[in-house]
């Protein structure tokens, strides 16, 4: 006989899992209370690296149910609840999930969904990509300048240019101008490559 687990899983631990508790016994799912594993854990968190869940993995055997309330209890996005459920098919674990009306995610129909669902994650991910790029081109094209602001002025890295060519030492330049030995290499690759690209 298959044996019922339910994932409950919330986000911080001032939140209470009590309400996935209530809608899995409204589903019809009287589960024994040793079978109920309860999280506290980011949903950022991959389902792999969350130890409730690796110890619910550890229990569950072929032929048994997994039961939550919805997909974000077992993974952080569409690509984890699918490595998830994947995972728990071959294991021979059936998924259920109460927001998608009980649909066994193992199933032909819950596959099908899941694969519904991957294909409307890499959608949203493209166009956030998509979004993303039109606006540091926008920006680009305002002229705003990206990536962080240079450590020293222009009159300081004139500075120290001369000096790095008149052979003074990076440690002491970078102790008179209140900077780092970093910065002074930065400063030096940089003056390098603009001397060869003028030169070719």
Known sequence: MSRVFAYCRVSTVDQS??????????AGFSIDERRIVEESISGSVA????????????RLEAGDVLVVTKLDRLGRNAMDVRATVEHLAELGVRV??????????????GRMTMQVLAAVAEFERDLL???????ISRAKAAGRAFGRPSALTSDQQEQASRRIAAGDAIAAIARDLGTT????????????????GSVV
């Open 17 to 26: 899992t009590e309400n996935q508790r209530r809608e899995i016994e409204v």
């Open 47 to 58: 389902a792999s690296e969350r130890a409730g869940f690796v110890r619910l993995l550890d």
């Open 96 to 109: 259920h999930c109460l927001a998608l009306g009980g649909v066994d995610l193992t199933s032909a129909a």
């Open 129 to 135: 990509i998509e979004r993303t790029q039109a606006g």
């Open 181 to 196: 030995r970093q910065t002074l290499m930065r400063l030096r690759q940089k003056s390098a490559a603009q001397q060869i």
